[in-house]
C-alpha cells in the first residue's frame, strides 16, 4: 500500500471523516495531540525500557569487572597464603610429633583446626616433660602456644594439657 492509498482510507473512514469536519485549529491541535500521544507511548514503551535496561546492563558488567580485578590483583596474594597455611599445616605435625617422641610424651590427641592451629591433649604426663618440649618447639622450630590448659593429677608432677599450637 502506498501513502496515497492509505490517505485515502483514512479520509473514508469514520475517524476522518470525523478528523476532517473539523475546522483547521482543531484540526492542527488534534494532530498535535495524536503526535504528542505516538511519541509518549514510543518513548514509554520503546524507549526507557531499552534504556533502563542499557543501565542495568552497564552497572552489572561495572560491578563483574571491579569483582574480576579485585580478584586478579589479590590472585597472588591468596595462593601464596593458601599455600602458606597448608605447607605449615602439613609441616607442623611431623614436628609436634618428632618433639613428643624426644620428650616421651604421649600425644593423647592432635587435631588440626581450619585457622592453622593445632589442637594437642596430653594425658598424665609429666609437667616438666610438657615444658621442655614447649620450650623445644618454640625455640627450634618457631612453633608458639596460643593456649594451654593445665588440670593437675593425683600423682605428684603429673598433669593433663590441653594446648593450642601455632
Not at 592453622?116 to 618440649?133: A, D, E, T
Request: contains cysteine; aromatic residues 6%; proline residues 2%.
Amino acid at each position: 500500500m502506498s501513502m496515497a492509498d492509505l490517505t485515502m482510507r483514512f479520509r473514508t473512514s469514520a475517524l476522518g471523516n470525523r478528523y476532517y469536519g473539523c475546522e483547521r485549529n482543531e484540526r492542527i491541535i488534534i494532530a498535535g495531540m495524536a503526535l504528542l500521544v505516538v511519541v509518549s507511548m514510543a518513548w514509554t514503551l520503546i524507549w526507557q525500557p531499552v534504556a533502563d535496561w542499557r543501565l542495568i546492563e552497564q552497572n552489572r558488567y561495572q560491578n563483574a569487572q571491579r569483582l574480576h580485578d579485585t580478584i586478579k590483583s589479590n590472585e597472588a596474594k591468596l595462593k601464596r597464603s593458601a599455600t602458606a597455611t597448608t605447607s605449615s599445616r602439613r609441616s607442623l605435625i611431623p614436628v609436634i610429633n618428632k618433639a613428643a617422641n624426644a620428650h616421651d610424651l604421649t600425644l593423647n590427641r592432635l587435631q588440626p583446626e581450619s585457622n592453622g592451629v593445632i589442637s594437642v591433649v596430653l594425658q598424665q604426663q609429666s609437667f616438666n616433660q610438657i615444658i621442655s618440649w614447649i620450650s623445644q618447639l618454640e625455640e627450634n622450630n618457631d612453633v608458639s602456644v596460643e593456649q594451654a590448659n593445665f588440670d593437675s593429677q593425683d600423682s605428684p608432677g603429673y598433669v593433663n594439657a590441653n594446648i593450642r599450637l601455632n
